[in-house]
Antibody
Framework: QVQLQESGPGLVKPSETLSLTCTVS??????????WSWIRQPPGKGLEWIGY???????NYNPSLKSRVTISVDTSKNQFSLKLSSVTAADTAVYYC???????????????WGQGTMVTVSS | SYELTQPPSVSVSPGQTARITCSGD??????AYWYQQKSGQAPVLVIY???KRPSGIPERFSGSSSGTMATLTISGAQVEDEADYYC???????????FGGGTKLTVL
């Protein structure tokens, strides 16, 4: 059974870079045709897709965040990571990593999620 | 940009049928997926590809899609179904992932 676990600092200063890691257990980040994704949820608000990296290494980001986001994979550690630069208070949220199998040529259902990690942007 | 529109809230009595809608221009061409999120927990997939139910999801959860609207139906809603529900789909290109704004279901 594949499980995902987010990790990283819970507090980031404004203008700095938020860095999170998602560790994959029970499966391999480099096997199977999966989309490895990041999704966030500000307190009391809805879900917002940040982006994903396909098993092939190609990435796709939310246009509203694209200039600040980088998602990468470390196959040696069986992890994938999120970096969000120049953060502000508006980036305060619970950050989830999630897995989605493809549906045809596109991303399918996010079927496995991590438990989420709260990141606060504050000085 | 692309948006999926959901009602902010739906309220039913226990045993009644709850229907939550999700509208989007690309839904005639793209599948809708539905998630249940209880307070403090990660979302759980309850319907995928418009109408399919993952293993372990009760049969009272069903989904349908017609034209620009997808619908999540909970037949005989129970108190434990109280949660926020989100639809998810992509734009017509398949490259922009979008979640609806969420619907708070109250069962009381």
């Amino acid at each position: 059974q594949v499980q995902l676990q987010e990790s990283g600092p819970g507090l980031v200063k404004p203008s700095e870079t938020l860095s999170l890691t998602c560790t994959v257990s029970g499966g391999s980040v480099s096997s199977g045709s999966y989309y490895w994704s990041w999704i966030r949820q500000p307190p009391g608000k809805g879900l917002e897709w940040i982006g994903y990296i396909y098993y092939s290494g190609s990435t796709n980001y939310n246009p509203s965040l694209k200039s600040r986001v980088t998602i990468s994979v470390d196959t040696s550690k069986n992890q994938f990571s999120l970096k969000l630069s120049s953060v502000t208070a508006a980036d305060t949220a619970v950050y989830y990593c999630a897995r989605a199998p493809p549906h045809g040529d596109y991303v399918g259902a996010f079927d496995i999620w991590g438990q989420g990690t709260m990141v606060t942007v504050s000085s | 940009s692309y948006e999926l529109t959901q009602p902010p809230s739906v309220s039913v009595s226990p045993g009644q049928t709850a229907r939550i809608t999700c509208s989007g221009d690309a839904l005639p061409k793209k599948y809708a997926y539905w998630y249940q999120q209880k307070s403090g927990q990660a979302p759980v997939l309850v319907i995928y590809e418009d109408s399919k139910r993952p293993s372990g999801i009760p049969e009272r959860f069903s989904g349908s899609s017609s034209g620009t609207m997808a619908t999540l139906t909970i037949s005989g809603a129970q108190v434990e179904d109280e949660a926020d529900y989100y639809c998810y789909s992509t734009d017509s290109s398949g490259n922009l992932v979008v979640f609806g704004g969420g619907t708070k279901l109250t069962v009381l």
